[in-house]
């Protein structure tokens, strides 16, 4: 495994990627880092696969556009980017934003994915109508709101050794220590101007006038012709399972849909489960094959 780094523009992202074979990008959620992807890039990389890992936008001091444009349009943008570096068709795992992404990009683009895994995250197009049926995820997203504040979350969250981050993993993945997980993703929030751009990502979402966000909801409306399965933990603190039954229909995934959760895992499953997390991934990897 080795450190390199992905270019959109005058944007660097840093990487981590192993292995030749088929192109697999996995993308990282919040308060999160690329390089907790390690026990997944190794295990794709010894199953015969180029797996790449890159930070996030904003989760780096290279790769935080001075624009500070941060919707999942211009993140959809990385990824497309990412992609054609890699030959122009990959397989894509996100979890947390990094599935949100995913989904946004498949419905876009499906030819460019030759498989999606999304951890964490259920489908975004029923979403909405899905937090009305399942009220407790109305409460366990009150972060959300919060983050809209000016200054305060910024303070929240550096507060002592990133407190704030470590509270937020320890309620999002309940009975389970991080130990170097956590240290990996204080370290990455740590540096100049992450935490303000991991929150930036929050805030974009709020701004519904701006035609980065109004062109990214279209794409909500497409189906997914991209073979898709969905992982979530049953014990997960931050996004309800009980949403996937408001929120998973077959009829939107014309290429195929599974759901799969992984018992007494929390948010952050693919780390607390890596071995289960990881036959899922390869088992979907192995079923489709890309030809760039």
């Known amino acids: 495994m080795k450190q390199v780094e992905l270019v959109n523009g005058d944007l660097r992202f840093p990487a981590l990627m192993a292995g030749t074979g088929d192109p697999v990008i996995l993308l990282h959620g919040f308060p999160d880092t690329y390089e907790n992807w390690a026990v997944q890039v190794n295990a794709l990389a010894s199953a015969g696969y180029t797996a790449i890992a890159p930070a996030l936008r904003g989760y780096a001091p290279g790769c935080q556009p001075g624009n500070g444009d941060y919707s999942l349009y211009a993140a959809v943008d990385d990824l497309m980017v990412f992609a054609a570096q890699l030959g122009g068709r990959v ?31 259920p489908p975004l197009r029923r979403l909405p ?3 009305l049926k399942v009220p407790e995820q109305i409460l366990l997203s009150g972060y959300m709101q919060f983050f809209q504040l000016p200054l305060a979350p910024e303070a929240w969250l550096k507060r002592g050794n990133m407190a704030g981050v470590e509270a937020l993993w320890r309620r999002w993945s309940p009975d389970w220590e991080p130990g170097l997980y956590l240290d990996n993703a204080r370290d990455t929030l740590s ?26 909801r279209a794409w909500l409306s497409r189906d997914i012709a991209t073979p898709t399965q969905i992982l979530v933990g049953s014990r997960d603190g931050c996004m309800s399972p009980k949403l996937l039954a408001n929120t998973v229909v077959e009829s939107d995934f014309s290429a195929g849909v599974a759901v799969h959760e992984i018992e007494d895992a929390g948010h952050f499953l693919h780390l607390e489960h ?3 997390v990881n036959a899922h991934l390869l088992h979907l990897l192995k079923a489709t094959h890309c030809e760039c």
């Open 91 to 121: 397989h894509l795992i996100g979890h947390d934003w990094g599935a949100a992404v995913g989904y946004l990009a498949c419905a876009q683009s499906p030819d460019t994915f030759c498989s999606f895994s999304a951890l964490a995250i």
């Open 129 to 131: 109508q899905a937090l």
């Open 191 to 216: 540096q100049p101007g992450v935490i303000s751009a991991a929150l930036a990502w929050y805030r974009a979402l709020f701004k519904v006038w701006r035609k980065e966000h109004q062109k990214a």
């Open 274 to 276: 890596p071995d289960a």
